[in-house]
């Protein structure tokens, strides 16, 4: 059986090419679209401007600074033999540095932590604030705060900069003498 090969008229063939162009045109114009930039974001909002009396400023102690004390509290305590943590502490009682020394105990590390954080929110050594609990007794409960001796502010003109914790050695009262070699070792210009 022979098959006999079609012929396709001239209406035929310009007719199924405009059909094919069409298609193809229809193909890249959804591409073009398809990878058109999207609309540009509406600008943000202008920070909003605040009056010079809406405002403060106030002082931190630098990371230098920081170190400096831990360092000098952590040496005065390795002088004496015993083996602690110092914590240094902003004056918002976020960690600035903490050094844990060789040998401390693994509840010291927090114990400098809140011991600093205690010293900076009530600008006072914890001993004093120790002694305070016996007519409040409910300030221990406050989160984060440790009233044992071994805290130490640091103020610039009477105002909490920082505050210095170390936890570890036999006593509250040696923790607290070396957190008060570091804030003298800042205080003097280290």
Not at 20 to 48: E, K, N, Q, R, Y
Not at 122 to 137: D, G, H, I
Request: net charge positive.
């Amino acid at each position: 059986m022979q098959h006999k090969a079609k012929k396709f008229t001239t209406r035929t063939k310009v007719l199924s090419s405009a059909a094919l162009l069409a298609a193809l045109g229809a193909g890249l114009a959804g591409a073009v679209s398809a990878s058109a930039d999207a609309p540009a974001a509406a600008p943000a909002a202008a920070p909003a401007a605040l009056k010079a009396k809406a405002t403060f400023s106030s002082d931190h102690l630098t990371v230098d600074a920081a170190t400096a004390a831990a360092r000098a509290a952590l040496d005065a305590a390795e002088k004496e033999g015993q083996r602690v943590t110092v914590a240094v502490v902003d004056r918002n009682g976020n960690t600035v540095v903490t050094l844990r020394g060789d040998g401390a105990g693994p509840q010291s590390y927090e114990s400098a932590i809140r011991k600093a954080y205690t010293a900076v929110s009530w600008n006072a050594p914890t001993s004093e604030l120790a002694k305070r609990l016996q007519s409040a007794p409910n300030l221990k409960d406050i989160p984060g705060t440790l009233f044992l001796a071994g805290g130490a502010p640091v103020a610039k003109d009477n105002a909490p900069i920082a505050g210095i914790g170390v936890a570890g050695a036999p006593s509250g009262d040696l923790d607290e003498k070396f957190a008060r070699a570091g804030a003298d070792a800042i205080s003097n210009g280290g």
